[in-house]
């Protein structure tokens, strides 16, 4: 097993182009997330997604669309990037809301 | 407001020590505490994870305890070795919020 998967690893864009970030798990894991890490500031929920079809916002969803069109796979788009962007995303996944949660390799992305 | 503090920082030690990392937070009513592993560059790694009701959790050379009415978990480290140089992150559940400490940065050097 693969577990959480994340493309692209490393990204540069320039303020104002788009993008969308690939979580792909093969846990048949129902809720998916997406976190940012930033100095200093430890992880921060952006939006998660508790089954197919489904989202939600987190702590700091402003500038950030996701969707969850298959089971597998969690989508995260930045329509209109920001330098405020800069950071390392994770994508992760679990059973259950209250369980251990499984973590992917990460996404750097740089917003100049 | 719900927070989770982990102090120090960063903690430098020779090999073969024993040695406790530790993990504090506001509110006692969590659901749960997560101890993660962050290599640089990588993702985070689950290492333990303790449900409210249990006191501590093992797995090997580690020892997670819990004290909620204290607001404070420690993760124990056993016989220290190289390899165990990383970032320690602990995680805190609240009902739907699940919470990061802005991590120990650990280096064990021979």
């Known amino acids: 097993n693969a577990g959480v998967t994340q493309t692209p690893k490393f990204r540069v864009l320039k303020t104002g182009q788009s993008m969308t970030l690939l979580c792909a798990q093969d846990m048949n894991h129902e809720y998916m997330y997406w976190y940012r890490q930033d100095p200093g500031m430890g992880l921060r929920l952006i939006h998660y997604s508790v089954g197919e079809g489904t989202t939600a916002k987190g702590e700091v969803p402003d500038g950030y669309n996701v969707s969850r069109l298959k089971k597998q796979n969690f989508l995260l788009g930045l329509e209109s990037a920001a330098p405020s962007q800069t950071s390392v995303y994770f994508c992760a996944s679990s059973q259950g809301l209250a369980v251990e949660q499984f973590f992917g390799p990460g996404t750097r992305l740089t917003v100049l | 407001k719900q927070e989770v503090t982990q102090i120090p920082a960063a903690l430098s030690v020779p090999e073969g020590e024993n040695l406790v990392l530790n993990c504090s937070f506001t509110d006692s009513a969590i659901y749960n505490l997560q101890w993660f592993r962050q290599d640089p560059g990588k993702g985070l790694t689950s290492l333990l994870l303790?449900?409210?009701?249990?006191r501590e959790q093992t797995s090997g050379r580690l020892n997670a305890s819990l004290d909620k009415s204290s607001g404070r978990s420690t993760l124990y480290i056993a016989a220290s070795q190289p390899g165990d140089s990383a970032t320690y992150l602990c995680?805190?559940?609240?009902?739907?919020?699940?919470?990061f400490g802005t991590g120990t940065r650990l280096q064990v050097f021979p």
């Open positions: 303790i449900q409210s009701s249990q």
């Open positions: 995680a805190v559940r609240w009902t739907d919020k699940l919470i």
